[in-house]
């Protein structure tokens, strides 16, 4: 019988979090993994968060947690301006690590880890949970396969709910300064943009808008005002490589309906890649994903998914099973030495392409993309 790979999770809050929320159920279905322990700033949540979810161990310093020997895989869930710190300290103890998406707060970050990850020799990941929704492993095959024919148009649409009603939790605060690199640009638009590459190629040249439509919210839990500074609208027009034309709306504050809809439009029909359900104002990454094909002169129609698509049997809950489908094949890569998850190389070349729109929209000018 093959031995579980044993896990450490840095930002194993047990009240709130996106571990809790996604991380630690996940771990906790998969046959692949043991958790074994957990780390988070105060004793006593970190104690509580091991017998919730029956690590051995717990601790306050994270570097413990990475250098401890029944840990294997580091999972780095907490805010993002930390990332690069705690990662550094997983790879210098020479353990596999998962960093939640985005994986640093700047591309000179990224370009150090993924660096630092290649000389380790070990097994990264970065959380674009999306990829390893069953609807979009059964899109790329069908993209790829050439189902709608040659592709010829491409047309993204992300609205999330965050900023609603003029409103924001405060634990979502720190990414309204585009300095903490956590923002709609980051999150929303990176893993809307990182969906679209992977079913059907790299941005080549690109323009880009990005507007703040609320320059200031009130934070729910305290009503304290607070100023925003990064971009809550994302308007990007451009061509890929292959020269397909594409445009794509990212936004936040959607007061009614918030949804994400990739359309991808073919010589002999379409298809529709469509976030669903309570959870769709949180992003693609976390909510239902349900495809939809529409044969040349037809109405649109779901497509069912095929069972090989899916390895997260018996898991109700979207946010836990996208981020397990990642677990699992991440299991199979180390356990075989293959690679095919996203990893910080990925991380880094979508960390460079937000740069390119950050460009775009600071000059003025069409960006040329190096891929």
């Known amino acids: 019988m093959t031995e579980p790979i044993r896990v450490g999770v840095i930002g194993a809050g047990p009240e709130r979090g996106w571990a809790r929320m996604s991380h630690l159920p996940a ?54 301006p930390d990332h690069a710190a705690l990662v550094e300290a997983a790879l210098e103890a020479g353990k596999h690590v998962y ?109 880009a808008l990005l507007s703040v439509q609320q320059p200031r919210l009130t934070v729910s839990d305290t009503a304290e005002s607070v100023g925003v500074t990064g971009a809550d609208h994302v308007l990007i027009g451009g061509l890929l490589v ?37 959870a769709a104002g949180h992003g693609i990454q976390v909510s239902d994903i349900h495809l939809y094909e529409a044969p040349a002169g037809d109405t649109w129609r779901e497509v069912p998914v095929p069972p090989a698509h899916r390895t997260a049997v018996g898991v109700p809950d979207t946010a836990v099973r996208n981020v397990l489908e990642l677990y699992t094949a991440l299991a199979r890569d180390i356990r075989t030495g293959s690679r095919t998850v996203p990893d910080f190389e990925t991380g880094l070349r979508l960390h460079l392409l937000l740069d390119t729109v950050r460009s775009a929209h600071r000059t003025g000018a069409c960006q040329a993309r190096e891929v």
């Not at 956590?182 to 943009?193: I, K």
Request: aromatic content about 4%; glycine content about 12%.
């Open 27 to 80: 771990l906790t279905a998969s046959p692949d993994y043991e958790l074994t322990a957990v780390a988070t700033t105060r004793s006593g949540s970190a104690r509580r968060a091991a017998e919730l979810y029956g690590a051995r161990h717990h601790f306050t310093d994270p570097a413990r947690l990475s250098g401890h020997p029944d840990v294997d895989l580091v999972v780095v869930a907490v805010k993002t």
């Open 99 to 207: 960093c939640e998406w985005p994986l640093t707060r700047t591309t000179k970050e990224a370009e150090v880890l993924a660096s630092a990850a290649e000389q380790a020799g070990v097994h990264h990941a970065v959380g674009l949970q999306a990829r390893h929704a069953p609807a979009v492993r059964h899109a790329r095959h069908l993209l790829t396969t050439g189902a709608i024919g040659r592709i010829t148009g491409v047309d993204v649409y992300a609205a999330r709910a965050k900023g609603a009603g003029g409103t924001v939790t405060s634990d979502a605060v720190y990414t309204l300064d585009r300095r903490n690199g956590a923002g709609t640009l980051e999150v929303a638009g990176g893993h809307t943009l990182d969906l679209l590459e992977h079913l059907c190629g790299s941005m080549g040249r690109l323009s």
């Open 242 to 278: 292959t020269g397909v034309p594409v445009s794509v709306h990212v936004h936040d504050g959607k007061t009614g309906h918030p949804r994400t809809r990739l359309e991808f439009t073919g010589t002999r029909g379409s298809l529709a890649l469509v976030s669903e359900g309570p």
